[in-house]
């Protein structure tokens, strides 16, 4: 299984994932699964490089895709290499991948400055026309108003596919059970749900022969989702393949 690194285990940073915060505000009502109330509205879209017809749900002032993108291109896959697959869970993407290196520069190690949430909020990658890869930011604001990080998950997961732990999708967000495909090809973690943000983690360097920049990133920013009912704020390996949800801009 790939290592998973967290803010606080790595060394010196110049920009990180942003700080996982819950509020207590609601702690009381979620725990009993009784969510705040906030503007819900379904609807669909369709993707017009392939004429896939997605899901999507406003969720108070954002709209996301209610579905995982499942738009084949290189260093994508299905869950278990599967092509039946793609049609329930959508495919995994490699970070740069999605977020098009072909386009943006964004790759391994290099540091990508489309990737930086303030400067350059809304990356496309491989998103429709309209929408984009969600930001670190715009993830803690989605988590913020289901529930927060504590208690989010229980009201983002479906009500069916999990095994164990099924959530109640409050929000129609519908988040599946669909693991990952690590750095060898492997598929692991079949009960778990990531996603990534154009986000990097970004470190820093005194070795400026090897990073002239003194500036690297070999992990990028992600929501994790389990049996648990919270939702983990990670950063994962770029070369790792994971879910993509894209949010309108």
Not at 68 to 77: F, G, H, M, R, T
Not at 86 to 91: A, I, V
Request: charged share 25%.
């Amino acid at each position: 299984m790939n290592k998973i690194y967290l803010a606080l285990a790595l060394g010196a940073v110049f920009a990180a994932c942003s700080t996982e915060s819950a509020s207590s505000a609601n702690d009381k009502n979620n725990e009993n699964g009784d969510f705040d109330k906030v503007s819900v509205v379904t609807g669909t879209m369709e993707d017009a490089r392939d004429g896939k017809t997605y899901k999507t749900v406003t969720i108070k002032d954002q709209t996301w895709m209610a579905e995982n993108l499942n738009y084949a291109i290189d260093n994508s896959s299905c869950v278990e290499g599967d092509s039946e697959n793609c049609e329930t869970f959508g495919r995994l993407y490699s970070w740069t991948a999605a977020m098009d290196s072909a386009t943006t520069g964004c790759g391994y190690v290099v540091v990508c400055e489309a990737a930086d949430s303030i400067a350059q909020p809304k990356v496309q990658g491989i998103c429709p026309e309209g929408w984009h890869i969600p930001t670190d930011s715009e993830w803690d604001i989605l988590i913020e108003v289901t529930g927060d990080a504590d208690h989010a998950a229980q009201a983002l997961k479906s009500k069916d596919v999990w095994t164990r732990d099924a959530g109640v999708d409050k929000y129609k967000f519908n988040v599946l059970p669909t693991g990952y495909r690590g750095e060898k090809g492997d598929y692991t973690q079949p009960e778990t749900a990531t996603f990534w943000a154009s986000t990097e983690f970004i470190q820093t360097s005194a070795n400026t022969d090897m990073y002239p920049t003194g500036k690297y990133s070999r992990n990028a920013c992600a929501r994790y989702i389990d049996r648990d009912i919270s939702v983990k704020h990670r950063s994962y390996d770029k070369k790792t393949a994971r879910s993509v949800r894209c949010i309108k801009d």
